[in-house]
């Protein structure tokens, strides 16, 4: 069982940057992925980053060249940098974690079974 939390999330002017951070208490199997994942009020929510169990990393287009997924020196903590914000990156921002996840599917928030509260990002223009 493992337990997500969140932190990081603030209220930032578009072109600024922040750091989110997800700490993962429980063991970090070498099998699992994690990723970030985001819902905007009356959207559904979808994957912007994430680290495959091989090591490689995917990003949803629109984040492409601005976000940095990674994990810090141990597996339990995930970092996702986010850079150049605009108003559209504003969301509930959530960590989750699973195992046995193929690369094609590692944004899809369907195949994840852990998941934290959530931090909120807000960018204003």
């Known amino acids: 069982q493992l337990h997500l939390v969140e932190s990081g999330g603030a209220s930032v002017q578009a072109v600024g940057s922040l750091r989110l951070t997800c700490e993962a208490s429980g063991y970090i199997y070498s099998s699992y992925s994690m990723g970030w994942f985001r819902q905007a009020p009356g959207k559904e929510r979808e994957g912007v980053a994430a680290?495959?169990?091989?090591?490689?990393?995917k990003y949803t287009s629109s984040v492409q060249g601005r976000f940095t997924v990674s994990r810090g020196n141990t597996k339990n903590t995930l970092f996702l940098d986010m850079t150049s914000l605009k108003p559209e990156d504003t969301a509930m921002y959530f960590c989750?974690?699973?195992?046995?996840?193929?690369?094609?599917?590692?944004?899809?928030?369907?195949?994840?079974?852990?998941w934290g509260q959530g931090t909120q990002v807000t960018v204003s223009s």
């Open positions: 680290i495959h169990s091989s090591g490689d990393t």
């Open positions: 989750a974690a699973g195992r046995g996840i193929g690369f094609i599917a590692v944004l899809s928030p369907s195949v994840y079974d852990y």
